[in-house]
């Protein structure tokens, strides 16, 4: 499956590299977090990586597109590239200031999302809805649940003007219980 997986998004970047404007939700809620330790997960063309270490982080980006990856590589002293495949890399715990999950979605990840904050991190969350079964789609309220033993500080599910399979996103941002670690 990883092979099928890395073929696909390959191919995917190949033809278009992507946006390269960090997430709007990104952008307005990053400062929350402590400048340290972030984690990009399925970081695509570094879009998101980029803008955070240019505001001081040390970023792990990781994604399975070998194409988008060595893209990345090189770009920046603060970003860590790591190419593998999400369905079997672990989080490790305690481990980040901000875990940032953008158009990409592994419930498989979640309880490793929240163990990978360290107190007082912040995740910044959004993936596509879609009122169809869709396992690739979050459904109504499904991160306001897979995430309720954080603190919410911001939460919406909201119509884009994306494309017709994926018209509805939903955005979390919230933070880990206690304080940082100094």
Same mark, same amino acid.
């Given at each position: 499956?990883? *092979?099928?997986?890395? +073929?696909?998004?390959?191919?995917?970047?190949? *033809?278009?590299?992507?946006? =390269?404007?960090? =997430?709007?939700?990104?952008?307005?809620?990053?400062?929350?977090?402590?400048?340290?330790?972030?984690?990009?997960?399925?970081?695509?063309?570094?879009?998101? =990586?980029?803008?955070?270490?240019?505001?001081?982080?040390? #970023?792990?980006?990781?994604?399975?597109? +070998?194409?988008?990856?060595?893209?990345?590589?090189?770009?920046?002293?603060?970003?860590? #590239?790591?190419?593998?495949?999400?369905?079997?890399?672990?989080?490790?715990?305690?481990?980040?200031?901000?875990?940032v999950n953008i158009r990409f979605l592994d419930r498989r990840l979640f309880p490793m999302?929240?163990?990978?904050?360290?107190?007082g991190g912040i995740l910044i969350f959004e993936s596509f809805m879609n009122g169809k079964?869709?396992?690739?789609?979050?459904? +109504?309220?499904?991160l306001l649940h897979a995430f309720q033993p954080l603190r919410v500080v911001y939460y *919406?599910?909201? +119509?884009?003007?994306?494309?017709?399979?994926?018209?509805?996103?939903?955005?979390? #941002?919230?933070?880990?219980?206690?304080?940082?670690?100094?």
């Amino acid at each position: 499956m990883a *092979e099928k997986d890395r +073929k696909k998004w390959d191919a995917k970047y190949l *033809e278009r590299l992507g946006n =390269s404007e960090p =997430s709007s939700v990104l952008e307005k809620y990053w400062s929350l977090a402590p400048v340290g330790k972030a984690l990009d997960i399925a970081c695509g063309n570094g879009r998101n =990586s980029i803008f955070l270490a240019d505001k001081g982080f040390v #970023v792990d980006a990781v994604d399975i597109s +070998k194409v988008a990856t060595d893209q990345l590589a090189g770009r920046h002293s603060n970003i860590n #590239v790591i190419c593998t495949d999400l369905d079997t890399w672990d989080i490790q715990p305690d481990r980040y200031d901000l875990i940032v999950n953008i158009r990409f979605l592994d419930r498989r990840l979640f309880p490793m999302i929240q163990d990978g904050l360290k107190p007082g991190g912040i995740l910044i969350f959004e993936s596509f809805m879609n009122g169809k079964k869709d396992k690739y789609c979050l459904k +109504k309220n499904e991160l306001l649940h897979a995430f309720q033993p954080l603190r919410v500080v911001y939460y *919406e599910e909201k +119509k884009i003007d994306q494309d017709e399979k994926f018209d509805q996103v939903a955005s979390l #941002v919230a933070i880990k219980a206690g304080k940082p670690l100094m």
